[in-house]
Nanobody
């Protein structure tokens, strides 16, 4: 099995910062793309940022310049540094990873349980 465990969510004032982290563990042979998604109240889940194994990144337009995604391939971790947060960033944030398990032939998507980020004064 593969588990993704997120940490770092919480309550922050507008203009503040938070750092989310996600660690993948279990029967892992290789991880391709890792990323962060979010789902705000009454909204669909959307991609926030993604990063390939080689370090190429992509961001949703409304977080570009404010959020930074990074990963440690040796530790199977991915992080999201979030700066200049505003109330529209309030959502449950989910970690995602494309994982090839040991003895498997393909990649499958795995999700973390989600961590709440609330931006409010």
């Amino acid at each position: 099995q593969v588990q993704l465990v997120e940490s770092g969510g919480g309550l922050v004032q507008p203009g503040g910062s938070l750092r989310l982290s996600c660690a993948a563990s279990g029967s892992i042979f290789s991880i391709n793309t890792m990323g962060w998604y979010r789902q705000g109240p009454g909204k669909q889940r959307e991609l926030v940022a993604g990063i390939t194994k080689g370090g190429n990144t992509n961001y949703a337009p409304d977080v570009l310049g404010r959020f930074t995604i990074s990963r440690d391939n040796a530790l199977n971790t991915v992080s999201l540094q979030m700066n200049s947060l505003n109330p529209e960033d309030t959502a449950v944030y989910y970690c995602n990873a494309d994982v090839r398990r040991r003895f498997a032939t393909g990649f499958n998507a795995y999700w973390g349980q989600g961590t709440q980020v609330t931006v409010s004064s």
